[in-house]
């Protein structure tokens, strides 16, 4: 079992900076993927980043250039910038541990004037 808690998502301006966090109930180097999806209202879940064991980094090409994906001892983060009102969305973290998927709750980030 891995439980996955996330934070740092909250309401922050278009053109905002914002980094979330994600923390891991087990060690990171038992898992083999982290990573984050997020759903927008009335949207199916989507890729956003994921980054393997060895750092490989993965982002949607849509948000490419616009977000920094990093892990370190039992997290993962990511760094949002040039926000727009689009990346409105709960994000989850996600984590692949022997083949199994796990999920957080996930974290609201609204961006917004």
């Known amino acids: 079992q891995v439980q996955l808690v996330e934070s740092g998502g909250g309401l922050v301006q278009p053109g905002g900076s914002l980094r979330l966090s994600c923390f891991a109930s087990?060690?990171?180097?038992?898992?083999?993927?982290m990573g984050w999806y997020r759903q927008a209202p009335e949207k199916e879940r989507e890729l956003v980043a994921t980054i393997t064991s060895g750092g490989r980094a993965n982002y949607a090409d849509s948000l490419q250039g616009r977000l920094t994906i990093s892990r370190a001892k039992n997290a993962v983060y990511l760094q949002m910038n040039s926000l727009k009102p689009e990346d409105t969305a709960v994000y989850y973290c996600y984590a692949i541990k022997y083949g199994m998927p796990y999920w957080g709750k996930g974290t609201l980030v609204t961006v917004s004037s």
């Open positions: 087990v060690s990171i180097l038992e898992i083999n993927v």
